[in-house]
């Protein structure tokens, strides 16, 4: 029966912290195209930012299959 709570147990930890790991890379991301965007009249950092915004996305998704 242990054994079982253990195997429960390694798919919830990895939802979890993958979770919170994946919205921060998208607030990161979010954050490093507002910063880029408000500061220059260039669109390669917001442009990057969106970026670092579909990297934690992918992430979401990642989860989802590995688990």
């Not at 919205?23 to 950092?45: E, M, N, P, T, Y």
């Amino acid at each position: 029966m242990e054994k079982i709570a253990r195997m429960e147990l390694l798919p919830a930890r990895l939802l979890d912290y993958g979770s919170w790991l994946a919205s921060a890379v998208i607030r990161l991301g979010l954050a490093w195209a507002v910063i880029h965007w408000r500061s220059s009249a260039q669109d390669a950092g917001s442009l990057d930012g969106m970026r670092i915004v579909t990297a934690g996305i992918a992430l979401f998704v990642l989860l989802v299959v590995c688990v």
